[in-house]
């Protein structure tokens, strides 16, 4: 077993009494109804509501409490009793907002009221329905179409979302950039390059079967607490984990149910980790030609011997393609150069190396800390290769397993949100509304900002999410954003977006999906996929926040009647009175992932899509798996220099991407604050620093512009040498939006180029 070294600050293991008291504060903050328990016991179950935090699977054999530490928050944020109306305005300005917290913002409440801004005043004020819709339109009307951005956060259902890219194609664009194009898109363009399959391959009964979990960048303590169970689960019947991240993350070290009365009482710990390896931010590449390094020499042996190869040589031959320049890389690169990458002694890399061999099925984990950055595309088709050497995808128990964020981020990819037209059947389109969809494709997040940086951008709609805050170089996204003809914003809540807003700007306020959606057909219930692939329906129970919120869907149909001319075959009000309509369509538009989808919509666990790569089909260019030779051994844009970092920014457990719920990172024992730097003792020492002091961070991009974020006070923490951590949003000021993954060009959060400035 290695030495685990528990982050010293920290409050104890993931779960436990701390995940109780942290649910208990919140609780505390947003005085949810009571019922919002009830809520919270329904949760992830067939015929209650599908989380609206994280895109974790719902197993078929549920818990009693199917919920997690950040479930409850999401939950209790969204039913909290707190209002923000159009009396608000009364005592604030816009410009004045400007100066609050994310967690202040956050606290106003749900928005009730559609609201306009007027310049006049610098407020937002109360607008109707119709007035709102009809400006939106005139607006729309008049743009150039491809000056507008159809964005959406993954929180929208499969029917919204449907509909969302039919509005955008039938008005003219592609335009239809996701939450993913800063997360996981990594995932859908470069696992798709390399295993025919834009989404993981593993399913829930593969969790239970395999003998080791290779953990790269993914942080399921704080971001898909459920994944615990069925990890410890494996832990209790042998299985090994491996863990790969330059923090040392609590969920990752040990963990106590907060749901086992018995854990709960006796604090059992379950040890997660079998081995942490404290990689270097961006030192993946290395990290694993270690590990493949490892395999092939197991190998050499094996047939010096004669004994049974280490190798898959049957599965090799027969699904993949470039395996002999890869191997010859592995067997070139030498170990002074593996543990220089990857910050990384040979020996840890070999123990790691030694698990991953005496497993006859491995599941390979990753999340952000492969996909955000300038190689994330490599990183990504590193993990596959591991997996490769020894036929661990597709196959029972083993396979590859991308965690994903919102709760329907994949599932909107699915029904046609996405900028890329080779993903869409647009023959089916036509054929269905009888239009001839837009052939260009459309822009992505980065190409987005870059467009309104250019003035090319006009007007964004935006269905959920908090785009100004999410990107990199945000304070210069923030002027452009406001420079717009047009922005529309579909929210729950108040976020700084709304804060920068256009010439004509509008905060439409949408339901939840706790609450009831009643349209002519009676209550709906919406669908959500998760990130096995599994598509569950979801109805809400609880009495809408305000008489006045609309359902995503019906926004989505409000603009669509007024922006479009009328068409006999968009039939936006008899799909807005029945989601099945709707559902029928998105049948009959992907007829493989969706058969009998209405029908099956509340099937236990969800139904499963399918995946090829999951039968060992591969939908690749060669029509096989493909192992790709690494061009260079860290998958950062930049070499290391005097007194520059690798900046890696962090979420807290306490936060929701944007949403900040508290300033509480009880794992990383931090209190109190998020303007922190974190740094190891001895870069603190070397940079003449001292624990305590307030420094400024600078951008070492190297592009002139001078991009900096002040007030960060010097925190001690268990990080390797070079690398440092700050908070995501607040940190999105300091990286710069050309600063993304080469292939898909996915921000590159998690190594921004950095000096430190006194
Ligand atoms: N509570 C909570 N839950 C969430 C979210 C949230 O903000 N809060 N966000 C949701 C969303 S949209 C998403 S996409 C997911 C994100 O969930 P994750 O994919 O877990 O994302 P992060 O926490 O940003 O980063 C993951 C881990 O990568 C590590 N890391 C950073 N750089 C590197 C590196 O170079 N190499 C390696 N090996 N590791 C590295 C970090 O230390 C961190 O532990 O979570 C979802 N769930
Ligand atoms: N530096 C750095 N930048 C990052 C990241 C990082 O790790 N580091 N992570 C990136 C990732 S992984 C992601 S996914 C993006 C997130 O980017 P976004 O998805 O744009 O941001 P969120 O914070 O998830 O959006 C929060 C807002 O969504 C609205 N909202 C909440 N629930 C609903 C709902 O049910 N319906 C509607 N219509 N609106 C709702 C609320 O108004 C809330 O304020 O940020 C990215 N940016
Ligand atoms: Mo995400």
């Known amino acids: 077993m290695a030495d685990i070294i528990a982050n010293p600050e920290s409050e104890g293991p993931s779960g436990g009494w701390g995940s109780v008291k942290s649910i ?77 917290k994310d967690y202040d913002l956050e606290q106003t409440g749900r928005l009730t009221h559609p609201l306009r801004y007027d310049a006049g005043t610098d407020r937002y004020v109360e607008v109707t329905w119709d007035e709102a819709f009809e400006k939106i339109g005139d607006t729309l009307k008049s743009l150039p179409k491809e000056s507008v951005v159809f964005y959406s956060s993954g929180h929208a ?28 898109e990594t995932t859908s363009v470069g696992l798709n390059k390399v295993i025919g399959s834009p989404v993981g391959t593993v399913i829930w009964e593969d969790l239970e079967k ?56 006796t604090g059992h710990e379950t040890q997660i980790s079998d081995e942490y390896l404290q990689v270097r931010a961006g030192g993946d590449i290395a990290a694993m030609l270690g590990l493949c390094k490892v395999v092939v020499e197991a190998d050499d042996r094996a047939v010096a011997k004669g004994s049974e190869r280490v190798l898959d040589i049957a599965f090799i031959n027969e699904h993949t393609t470039g395996f002999d320049s890869f191997i010859a890389l592995v067997r070139q690169t030498g170990w ?106 459309g822009t992505t997040i980065v190409d987005a900002v870059k467009g309104l940086m250019a003035g090319k951008i006009k007007a964004f709609i935006s269905l959920g999410g908090n785009l100004v805050r999410a990107v990199p170089d945000q304070k210069a996204m923030q002027d452009v954003w406001a420079r717009q003809d047009l922005t529309v914003v579909v929210s729950t809540k108040l976020n700084r977006t709304h804060l920068f807003p256009a010439k004509q700007a509008y905060i439409l306020p949408c339901l939840s999906r706790f609450e009831m959606d009643v349209q002519a057909g009676g209550n709906q219930s919406v669908s959500t996929e998760d990130s096995f692939s599994h598509i569950s329906g979801s109805t809400g129970k609880r009495t809408p926040a305000s008489k006045l919120l609309k359902s995503e ?9 007024v922006a479009l001319d009328p068409h006999p075959k968009l039939k936006w009000d008899a799909w807005t009175g029945d989601y099945s309509l709707v559902r029928d369509l998105i049948e009959f538009t992907y007829p493989k992932d969706f058969k009998d989808y209405n029908a099956r919509l509340f099937q236990p666990g969800g139904f499963y899509r399918g995946n090829d790569a999951h039968e060992r089909v591969w939908n690749t260019e060669e029509k096989k798996a493909v192992f790709t030779a690494p061009k260079q051994l860290n998958a950062l844009s930049f070499g290391d220099a005097d ?107 998690k190594a921004i180029p950095v000096r430190i400035e006194v």
């Open 210 to 265: 395999a003998d080791a979990f290779f953990f790269f960048g993914q942080n399921p303590g704080s971001n898909s607490p459920r994944f615990l169970h069925p990890l410890q689960e494996a832990k209790n019947r042998g299985a090994r984990i491996v863990t790969f991240n330059p923090v040392v993350e609590q969920g990752l070290v040990s963990f106590v149910n907060p749901q086992s009365p018995v854990d709960m009482l």
């Open 24 to 100: 208990a504060r919140i609780y505390g903050d947003t005085r949810p109804p009571v019922a919002v328990l009830e809520a919270l016991t329904h949760q992830n179950k067939p015929g209650g509501v599908m989380c609206v935090s994280c895109a974790w699977p719902k197993p078929v054999n549920y818990h009693p409490f199917e919920f997690c530490e950040n479930g409850a928050k999401a939950t209790m944020a969204d039913l909290t009793s707190a209002r923000c109306g159009p009396d608000f305005w009364n005592d604030h300005t816009v410009t004045e907002l400007r100066d609050w």
């Open 157 to 184: 259902g499969l029917e919204a979302s449907y509909l969302y890219a039919l509005l955008a194609r039938a008005y003219g664009n592609n335009n239809l950039p996701q939450s993913s194009n800063m997360c996981h």
């Open 336 to 441: 002074a150069e593996i543990e220089r990458e990857s910050g990384l002694i040979e020996a840890a890399i070999r123990r790691a190396g030694e698990i991953y061999i005496a497993a006859e099925r491995v599941i390979g984990v990753y999340g952000m800390g492969l996909t955000q950055h300038y190689q994330g595309a490599l990183n990504v088709a590193m993990v596959v290769n591991l997996l490769l050497l020894r036929g661990n995808i597709g196959r029972e128990g083993a396979g590859c397993c991308p965690v994903r964020g919102h709760s329907n981020v994949q599932g909107q990819r699915t029904v046609g949100i996405a900028e890329k037209t080779k993903l869409i059947p647009m023959d089916k389109l036509k054929q269905l509304f009888d239009f001839d969809p837009p052939i260009k494709d």
């Open 553 to 561: 869907l019906a926004i989505v149909t409000g603009i669509a009647k």
């Open 643 to 749: 007194g520059r970092f690798r900046l890696l920014t962090m979420r807290s457990n306490d936060q929701f991407n944007t949403t900040i719920y508290g300033y509480s990172d009880r794992f990383r024992g931090i209190e109190g604050t998020r303007d922190v730097v974190l740094m190891s003792k001895s870069d603190i020492d070397a940079a003449g620093l001292v624990e305590g002091q307030i420094v400024k961070l600078v951008s070492d991009f190297g592009d002139g512009i001078r991009r900096e974020l002040g007030g960060l006070k010097v925190t001690a923490h268990n990080l390797p040498s070079g690398t440092i951590g700050a908070y995501y949003p607040e940190a999105n000021v300091l990286n710069a939006i050309d600063h993304h993954d080469e292939l898909s060009k996915t921000p590159a959060s």
